[in-house]
DNA sequence: TTAGGGTTCG
């Protein structure tokens, strides 16, 4: 059995080299124990992987070998690299049998059945370690009108299989089955499908699944971490799903590979968990001069392979028994492997290289080439001379959000650094905030068009003059160029790539950041100062100096977060959450000058706060509950007032690797779902008053239409329609309780329910007026 | 014009 991954080399990634590691025989056969203490003869490379949970950095040491443990533990599948195809990957003397052509009384020893997965059903116990899972597939070739009838058949999996394919397969996959067995279909009245079934079952049965994996770089790298150092054991069951999350391909890559800073080498892009066999990784290192290039690569092919551009298909194959597949399975996966760097695309020269990054290009570019804007010389802060006005490029070291100044702009507050090591402080005034630097990290890069130099206490400081023009750039090694700007026209060529490469990789070989301080709330400690990337969930006016932000960023902090009572219809954004939810947010307090900021805030937005301070225990704060003020192990947020250390707010754009990866931590998020409703919950909101359900449970409506409801229930967690009733709230209909939560309505049931109409306290109820209700 | 970094009232 093995697991065999392979993933593209990304086009940002193309000038860099690619240096092979193979670890043959790790172990031997799994089947055969007592050989498995031979042979660990395979070179292994070290890596130093510093994880934070927004950075990781890894480093290439040294070569030693490698404990390869626990690798038996490996679910059978098969993931065979696209570049063969499935055809490729069965075995040869098999025959492909079109579905409609399937027919019960046909020998289909020898056949095998090709076709895309349309319908995956859920994976149904039978009893212990017994499952069967029922999936349609479609003959892939069909034709949409031409002889439509039975391009599509019920596909039956049992066992082990049922369950791998519940983990590895979905709907488009590309299936081919083998060693099936053909049973009259039951359910051919109902489903209007093919009138057999295909059942895999028993020592023959396998199933080859094609499937669109495209692993990051990065996740590649945490795997590896995750799997291969920390436990020294493999968790491909794992892997293959968590990889599965992982769709989103080239976003994700980019999302990946710029939260990296300081990587000296990368592992991965073509790893293998390839068990009883060899372990095989491959390592990119970017191309930048100051690196040396590794001494004696391993595999003979190193120097040869440089970069893969195409997309790749994963396959995998699942099988009940591997033994007799195996053999056969193992030896293509070999021979497709030595012979990749021909089947696949791979760039073996620099003019080749060249050729792809000018593919890259992005239509600024081209249209700066076309057009010949002048030419840009930009001055080393090193040599810059007080009284000029000049074009710069700089890794941010400091930076300050814009803040309202006294005058009539927005001030930013940057201080800059390149190879020559000065740090020059610069300041801009823009009286628009998109016209600022778009900085989300130190570490970004920055290249500023038109600032003029001044001498203040004893330094050069820049600052912006007519015509300021400002492009930001994420200074991850590695990461995508993607200029930073809301200028329509910008230039932007080669040059500058290479520019923002340069003090990227410069960057990382330098000690001059300072430590992440970006955290996530699970890592929060008492009193430390730190910056938060989440999602606003909901915010509200405290008082006059404050402002509730109630956010979250998928993570739980260990320790109890204050809870700040507010008004409910002064919440922007839902008043309550699910319980698992409410766990997870954090209220935020935000003082001062920021609050005019935090005023522009919409819930949903996504934002990094910068400089947020965790205060424990504090009982001084407006609004906190009596039963808490009592509590001295929670945690409070403040951001204070001030901007020092760069302390404020930032809304971070939708499509920036921040978010994505913020996003992606939302969404693994169980409970996500609100709109699911259990019946005890429902049960509990229903048979309670809705001025006792923690006061903030239930909204109630008067006299609107169900229309009116319905537009209402949308901007509201729970709602409950009544109608007025001698001027009192009663139940719109008493027969039986209903709930409008979102978009969902829930109904009970007539005949076991029983409803109670309680009159809520009229604080926050507006009194009703006839008039009105009748309208 | 404005700011010219350097924590904390809550």
Known sequence: MNVETTVEMQRSLIQWTVWEFQFPKQRQQQHNPEASTTSSEGKVLTLSVTVSPHRMQVKLLERMPLAAEGHLDVMPVYVLSEGAGPGAQVPTDLTRIPIPLIDISADHSNKLVKGKVICKGPLMSLAADDFVLKTVIQEEDSQPDASSQNQSINVVLFGAMAKHFNQAGSQGDVVVASGFTVAKSSTVDED????????????????????????????????????????????????????????????????????????????????????????????????????????????????????????????????????????????????????????????????????????????????????????????????????????????????????????????????????????????????????????YQIGDIVRMHRVKTQFFNNSITLVNTFGFAVVAFDGAVGGAVEPRTSSRSFHFDQEDRRTVEELRSWAASQTLLPPVCTIPLSAVQPKAYFDLTCQLLAKAPVDTTCTLLRVWDGTRCPRTLLNVMVERDVTEGPSSFSKAKEKLIANVLVYDNHMEFAGQLKPGDFLRIYNLRAIPGSSKVPGLTSSQSEEVDHLAFHLHGGTAYGRGIRVLPENSSEVQELKRALEAFPDNDEDALSDSELLEIWSTPPESLDGDTVECSSGSTLEETSRLAAGYHNIVPVKSSDGHLALLDLSAPFLFRGRKRFYGCKRCSEAAVREPSAEGVQVIDEKIVAE
């Not at 009940?320 to 073996?348: G, Y």
Request: glycine content about 4%; charged content about 20%; aromatic content about 8%.
């Open 192 to 439: 209007k499908l093919h009138p057999c079934n295909l059942l895999l079952s028993g020592d023959d049965a396998c199933l080859y699944v094609s499937t669109c994996i495209n692993l990051s770089l990065v996740y590649c790298i945490w795997k590896i971490y995750d799997e291969f150092i920390t436990s020294h054991r493999f968790k491909p069951n794992n892997s293959i799903r968590e990889v599965k999350n992982q769709r989103n391909l080239d976003k994700h890559f980019d999302i990946m590979s710029s939260s990296i800073c300081g990587v000296y080498a990368v592992v991965t892009v073509h790893y293998k968990y390839i068990i009883e066999t060899f372990v095989h990784i491959s390592v990119f290192v970017p191309q930048v001069s100051r690196l040396t290039p590794l001494p004696d690569p391993i595999s003979p092919l190193a120097n040869k392979r440089n970069a893969t551009l195409s997309t790749e298909i994963t396959m995998v194959a699942l099988k009940c028994k591997p033994r007799q597949h195996f053999t056969t399975a193992r030896q293509q996966l070999i021979q497709h492997d030595s012979n990749s760097h021909n089947a696949t695309a791979i760039h073996t020269t620099q003019q080749q290289i060249t050729q792809h990054n000018s593919i890259g290009e992005t239509e600024t570019e081209r249209v700066s080439r076309r057009t010949k804007v002048p030419k840009y010389t930009y001055v080393p802060l090193g040599d810059l001379k007080a009284g000029s006005v000049v074009n710069v490029y700089g890794v941010v070291v400091f930076f300050k959000q814009p803040f309202k100044s006294r005058g009539t702009d927005f001030c930013s507050s940057l201080k800059i650094t390149d190879q020559s090591n000065q740090k020059i402080g610069c300041t801009i005034f823009c009286e628009k905030l998109e016209d600022h630097p778009k900085i």
